[in-house]
C-alpha cells in the first residue's frame, strides 16, 4: 500500500510528460493561429489596396455601386473561410486535450483499483462490504465521467454542424445579394 522512491519517481515522470504533451500542443495551436492571422491580415491588406485602387478608378455612381456589390462576396468568403480555420485549431486543440486527460482519467481509475484491492487484501475481516461500496461509488462516478463524456462530444458534433449551416447561410445570403438587380437612377 506504501508508495516505493520509485513509484514516485515513475508518476512525476508520467506527469512531466503529460504537462510537456500538453505544453506542445497548445504552442502548436498557438502557431498554427498566428501563421492563420498573419496570412489573414496580408491578405486583407492586399485585398484592401487593390478595391481602393478599383475604387478610385470608378467613373460613374452605377459603376461604384456595381463594383462594391462584386467586392463583397470575396471578402465575406475569406472571413467565413477564416473563421471555419479558427474553429477547426479550437477543436482540434480540444481534442488534443481531452485525449490526454482521458489517459490520465484512466491511469487515475487503474491506480485507485489497485489501492482499493491491496486494501481489501490487508483489511480486517468483514470490511469486504465497505470495500465494495467504495468500488461501486467508483464504478458509478466513472459511469458518469463516461455519459457526461460522451454528451460533450455529442454537443461538439451539434455544435460544428451548426457553425457549417451558419457559414453556409450567410455565403449564399451575400452571393443572393449580390446577385439582386440593381435599380438604375432616372
Not at 6 to 17: C, I, L, P, R
Not at 129 to 147: F, G, L, P, R, T
Not at 155 to 171: F, L, R
Amino acid at each position: 500500500m506504501f508508495a516505493t522512491p520509485e513509484q514516485f519517481a515513475a508518476t512525476n515522470k508520467a506527469n512531466v510528460e503529460n504537462v510537456l504533451v500538453l505544453a506542445n500542443a497548445a504552442f502548436a495551436s498557438v502557431e498554427r493561429l498566428s501563421a492563420l492571422n498573419l496570412n489573414t491580415a496580408r491578405s486583407f491588406l492586399e485585398d484592401g489596396v487593390a478595391n481602393t485602387k478599383a475604387l478610385l478608378a470608378v467613373k460613374d455612381a452605377q459603376e461604384f455601386v456595381t463594383l462594391q456589390s462584386a467586392l463583397v462576396q470575396p471578402a465575406v468568403e475569406k472571413l467565413v473561410a477564416y473563421s471555419r480555420s479558427v474553429y477547426e485549431i479550437a477543436t482540434q486543440s480540444q481534442e488534443e486535450v481531452s485525449k490526454l486527460v482521458e489517459g490520465q482519467v484512466a491511469e487515475i481509475n487503474k491506480g485507485v483499483a489497485a489501492a482499493l484491492d491491496q486494501a481489501a487484501k490487508s483489511a480486517p475481516a468483514g470490511s469486504d462490504v465497505a470495500v465494495a461500496a467504495v468500488k461501486s461509488a467508483i464504478a458509478a462516478a466513472n459511469s458518469a465521467y463516461d455519459n457526461m463524456n460522451k454528451t460533450a462530444k455529442q454537443v461538439a458534433e451539434i455544435a460544428e454542424a451548426n457553425v457549417a449551416a451558419a457559414t453556409s447561410a450567410t455565403v449564399k445570403a451575400v452571393g443572393s445579394v449580390k446577385k439582386a438587380p440593381v435599380k438604375k437612377a432616372a
